[in-house]
């Protein structure tokens, strides 16, 4: 690591660990830039401890369904919230890793682990938590295909190394699984200089990916098709650091990633379909994969040959029948349309032929 990233990563230590003690020291709405949980997830926010929920600094939620049973590793874990929010969701016999670098932040996670194993009526914890580096998950003993779900929220843009991150959730991740991740992203690549700053790097704004250069690195390291599931704008409410950002636009985005087999560059016409078949626990009617694949109960709905092997290599398989196979090419699917910018989200979904109809 180079003096320059050491120092990066010295500074995010001291920001979250001592200047910065709740979410109202923070100089932009990244921690408000996501709508309000569902009523499931606000009932289960009710009973976490006042303390972690203070200390959380996330911007987005990152629970996706049918998680009951899972191992979960949660990376920059802070003071446990969504540690927390999924140890409830998983179950007695789930279980939640947190993994943080910031010894004040494990400190509160740790202190309120008795206090929801009791909330949550298990008789022993089902979460943990790890003092370690995200970019070296192994040094903290997370094994290969070890991990059902990966989750974070608003620290890979803190990384000094992302591709590292990006590599190593790939590598812990089990067949089939999935990283589902909020974070902050932005229109265009930040100026190397604007990295040097310690309150723009660790108000998650200087260190944040350009969209475009994560979805180059996240097919870099085996994953392929980010899913975008949401997306938000950041406003900086700061002028003095509005000014030194200029024209840069950011976004808080939360992306699923799946590790699964048979992904292929482009999105490919084999005129296969799915039909969901409900069961999902709050997706009654509908299962949204991303905001431009929706899935009506019982409609047959075509999809290119990677969205077909992403529900059916996943957990999600089990939800799903599946029509076709690869044994006929009819050319490109046209969900693989380029986008040239995805900051509105209803704009894209309204274009996109993936959104619960069949296609031409």
């Not at 016999?93 to 996670?109: N, R, S």
């Not at 914890?125 to 998950?137: D, R």
Request: aromatic share 10%; hydrophobic share 30%.
């Amino acid at each position: 690591m180079s003096e320059q990233e050491s120092s990066i990563r010295e500074g995010v230590k001291d920001y979250y660990g001592k200047q910065v003690q709740s979410t109202k020291d923070l100089k932009s709405n990244v921690c408000c830039a996501y709508k309000s949980p569902p009523q499931h997830i606000r009932q289960i926010l009710s009973t976490i401890h006042a303390e972690v929920l203070d200390k959380f600094y996330g911007c987005g939620l990152v629970c996706p369904p049918a998680v009951e049973g899972l191992t979960v590793l949660d990376l920059g874990c802070g003071s446990g919230r969504d540690c927390y929010l999924l140890s409830a969701l998983v179950g007695s016999q789930g279980k939640v890793i947190g993994v943080d670098m910031t010894d004040e932040q494990l400190a509160v996670a740790i202190k309120h682990i008795d206090y929801h194993t009791k909330q949550f009526g298990y008789t022993t914890p089902n979460v943990e938590f790890k003092k370690g580096y995200i970019e070296q998950l192994g040094d903290v003993g997370i094994g290969d295909n070890s991990v059902d779900l990966i989750v974070s929220n608003c620290v890979i843009n803190l990384s000094v190394d992302k591709e590292s991150v990006l590599r190593e959730c790939y590598r812990a991740l089990k067949a089939g699984g999935e990283m589902y991740f909020s974070d902050v992203y932005s229109d265009r690549r930040v100026p190397a200089e604007l990295k040097k700053d310690p309150v723009l790097y660790g108000e998650c704004l200087s260190g944040a990916l350009y969209w475009n250069d994560f979805k180059t690195l996240a097919r870099k390291v085996g994953f392929c098709d980010p899913l975008l599931v949401e997306t938000s704008d950041i406003t900086v409410d700061d002028s003095a650091l509005q000014a030194k950002l200029g024209p840069i636009k950011f976004f808080s985005r939360t992306y699923r990633l799946l590790k699964v087999p048979d992904q292929e560059p482009s999105c490919e016409d084999y005129g296969q379909s799915v039909r969901y078949k409900g069961g999902i626990e709050h997706s009654p009617d509908q299962f949204v994969l991303d905001i431009t694949h929706v899935f009506p109960k019982g409609q047959d709905v075509r999809v290119c040959g990677n969205t077909f092997s992403q529900l059916q290599h996943s957990r999600y398989g089990r939800y799903f029948d599946f029509m076709g196979d690869r044994s006929c090419h009819h050319g490109l699917f046209s969900c693989d349309l380029p986008v040239i910018n995805q900051a509105n989200s209803a704009a894209l979904a309204s274009s996109a032929c993936c959104t619960g109809k069949k296609c031409c």
